[in-house]
């Protein structure tokens, strides 16, 4: 009796599970016009979104944003990568950028729309605490020229609490709230989840549906794939640990944002 109820039980999550990327699959571009606060009657696919991935290290784009860079780069939007450094905590910084391009090849961002920052005080390291006003201008800088209208990143707490990952929001809200955002440009931050979310694999797509959150991406057996061959472009890195978090992290499943706020625009006056 209690094989059977297993069974109808697991089946259930399965169908369940199903129903979500269905009605997931109807409904992306319906949040993504929310959050780009673009009217629902206007026409708007993804070839208009210009999207750019703020990271801290190579490896970032496909440990924690995978699912949304799959997501978008098939809703035919351009994606962008802004990485701040080069990953050189072990001096491995040449060899780190070869394998970023590769990985980012995998997810399908091409070459031209990478950028790598290498500067002295942004150094790759838990430790070193990276200046607000230099990464805002960095980031400013690099929307304004490429005309973004939405850049994503780390929350708060930067999925893994690394303080390379959380100065980026620290400097991405600070842009939002002294009103320096390009106009029409959406902030996102990804959620970070606690210990028991992150490592139950596509189990979370329940919770993310179930939680409120301004953006979803979600990808199935065919972008996990993606996600992990993304990950497996970065040799250096590959640590017995890393492949328990690819079997495990939700994060090649399923990312989750809110909306960061901004004030009002930094009007000049003449
Ligand atoms: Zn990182």
């Known amino acids: 009796m209690s094989v059977y109820l297993a069974v109808f039980i697991v089946l259930s999550f399965m169908v369940w599970i199903k129903c979500i990327y269905y009605r997931h ?21 993804g070839a208009d979104i210009r999207a750019l991935i703020v990271t801290a290290h190579p490896d970032d784009e496909c440990m924690f944003f995978a699912p949304t860079i799959i997501q978008l780069v098939e809703l035919n939007a351009s994606v962008h990568l802004l990485c701040l450094s080069e990953g050189n905590y072990y001096n491995q910084g040449a060899q780190r950028k070869q394998e970023l ?29 990276w200046s607000v006003s230099l990464v805002s201008s960095l980031i400013v800088n690099h929307m304004r020229s490429h005309s973004f209208n939405m850049v994503l990143t780390f ?59 301004s953006l979803r991406c979600l990808v199935g057996s065919q972008g996990y794939r ?27 499943f399923v990312n989750t944002f809110h909306i960061i706020p901004q004030g009002p625009k930094n009007l000049k006056i003449y």
């Open 25 to 45: 699959r109807k409904n992306v571009v319906k949040s993504l016009k929310h959050v780009m606060n673009v009217l629902p009657n206007r026409d708007t696919n």
């Open 226 to 252: 993606q996600a992990t061959d993304a990950m497996l472009c970065h040799r250096t890195q590959l640590l017995w640990f890393r492949y328990l978090y690819i079997i495990l992290s939700r994060y090649l």
């Open 101 to 129: 391009r590769k990985s980012c090849a995998v997810l399908g961002i091409p070459d031209s729309r990478i950028a790598i920052v290498d500067h002295r005080k942004l150094p790759d390291d838990p430790k070193a605490e």
């Open 155 to 213: 929350d708060g707490s930067g999925v893994s609490g690394h303080a390379n990952h959380t100065a980026i929001y620290k400097a991405v809200s600070h842009l939002a709230s002294t009103g320096q955002v390009p106009n029409e440009c959406c902030l996102l931050s990804l959620v970070t989840v606690g210990l028991f979310r992150k490592y139950i694999s596509f189990l979370d797509i329940l919770f993310s549906w179930l939680l409120p959150s």
